[in-house]
C-alpha cells in the first residue's frame, strides 16, 4: 500500500497525552499533567443547555454560528475587551482550536513560516505543520520574565515569514504581557507586515496585572484573537470559542469550517450565549480560588518554581537537579513519586530541566503533589541520579 499522511505521520505527539496514558495505568497518582478546570460548568449554563435543546436547538447552524451568539460575543467584546467590532468580524468556533486552526489556515500558503513562542503550547507547531506552514520558534526567556524579546525575534523574519502566534496569560509560561509589551509586539507585525494570532483562552484568569487584548493596537485589521469558553467558564468539553478578526479574514474562517467541521455544535453555543449573559461572579470566583492554589504552590515550592505565573492554569518547576530531560524526570517523578506532571521539552527545547504542573486540582492534592516534587527532588540533591529513568528513551 501507499505510505500514509508523511505530515500527520512526522507530527511530534504531546508529551502531556503520553504522561497522562502511562499514568492511567497506575494507582495513587496524583495528577497535575493536564490543564482542565477541575470544577463543573456552572448550573446556569448546563440548564439553559438543556433547555435550549430541548426547544429544538439541535440543527446545523450556519457556518460562523447563531446571529444571537455573534451579537453577544460582540456585546461582550465591548464590555469586556474594550473592542469595537461587528458582527461579520466574529467565528464561532469548535473549542479555541477551531479558531487558532481555521486562523492560521485563512493567512498561510503552504511554506510560510509562522513565528511559535518556545516555550509555548504545543498546538501552534502542529496546526502549522498541518497547514503546510513551517514553525520557526522564537525564544521566551525565564530571565526576561518569559516575555518576547523583540530583537530576538526581528532576527528570525524572513521574507515567508507571514504570521507571529502570541499568548497572554501564557500556557505553559503564566506571564501576563504588559500593555507596552503587547504594543510593541503589534507594531513589530505592522513594520514587518506580518498577521498576529493572539491566542487569549485565559483571558479571565489573571492573578495580577491586566488582561491587555492586542486587537487593542490593530490599526490595519492583521490581529486575528482567539477566545473561549473552556477555561472562562470550565467548558472544555462543550468545544466552543471564537476568533474576532478583519471582515475578509472572519469570513474566510468561516469558510474553512465547512470542510472541517461545518459549525460549532449548536446546544454549546446556545450554552456560550448563556455563558455571556450571566452575571459573570461565578468566573471571578474561579479566578480567585486558582489563585490561592497559585499562592499555595509558590508557598509550597519556593525557588524551585521557574516563575510566579501571574495567569493561566500552570506553573513551571524547575527540576534541572534531577536532569535535563524533562521526559525522564517526568517518568522518574510519575514512577517514583507519583506525581503525574507535564515535561517542558513538549513545550519546546528550552523546557529542558523543567516539568509543568496544573494548578487547576483540588488545593489538598496540590499541596501533596508538590509535597512529592519537593521530597523526591531533594532525595536528587541528596543522592543526584538516584531512580532516575535515565535509560528508557522518549
Ligand atoms: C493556550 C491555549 N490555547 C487554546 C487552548 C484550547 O482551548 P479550547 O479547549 O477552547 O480548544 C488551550 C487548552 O489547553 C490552551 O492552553
Redesign the pocket.
Known sequence: MKPLASIPSAMPRSGIREVMELAAEMVDVIHLEV?EPDVNTPDQIIDGACAAAKAGWTKYTSNAGYPSLRAAIVRKLATENGLTASADQVVVTA???GA?ATGVLAVIDPGDEVLVPDPG?PNYTSITLVAGGRPVVYPLRRDDGYLPDLAALRSLVTTRTKLLVI?SPA?PTGAVFPEPVVRALVEFAQEHDLYVLS?E?YEALVFEGEHVPAARFDRDGRVITVF?C?KTYAM?GWRL?YGVASPPIAELMAKLQEPLVSCASSVSQKAAEVALAMDQAPVRAMRDAYRARRDLVVAALGPRLASVPAGALYALVDVSEAGRDSYAVVRSLLAEARVATAPGETFGASGAGIVRISIATSPDLLAEGCRRIVAFLDRQATHPGAGLDRAAGR
Open positions: 490543564g473549542g479555541a482550536v487558532l503550547w499568548n500556557n491566542d483562552v473561549g473552556s472544555t470559542g
